[in-house]
Every structure is written in C-alpha cells, then in structure tokens.
C-alpha cells in the first residue's frame, strides 16, 4: 500500500496510527464515495509526512 511503501513504520505508535487510518477508510468506504476515500488518504499522508 501506498502509505507503507512512502513512510517507514518506526514505531509501535506509528504501527498504531497506521491500522486506525486503515480502518477508517475502510469504514469510510462502506458510507461514502471514493471521492470521500480520496481526501481522507490525502489527509492522512500530509500528517505522516510531517
């Protein structure tokens, strides 16, 4: 997935993070369109790139 591939787990709280961002697109997928998905994926790399 492109979220493990640009950014390196380092840690257990990263691992974390990265399972709770999983599963809410996840959830988001099952309520909302795949515009809804695209924006949350956006969101969640610009927190793991800082």
């Known amino acids: ?6 950014n390196t787990i380092r840690t257990e709280k990263d691992a974390k993070l990265l399972s709770k961002s999983v599963e809410e697109i996840i959830n988001l997928s ?3 369109g795949e515009e809804e ?10 927190v793991k790139d800082e």
């Open 37 to 46: 998905i695209t924006k949350k994926i956006k969101e969640i790399m610009e």
């Open 30 to 32: 099952i309520k909302l």
């Open 1 to 6: 997935m492109a979220l493990i591939s640009k």
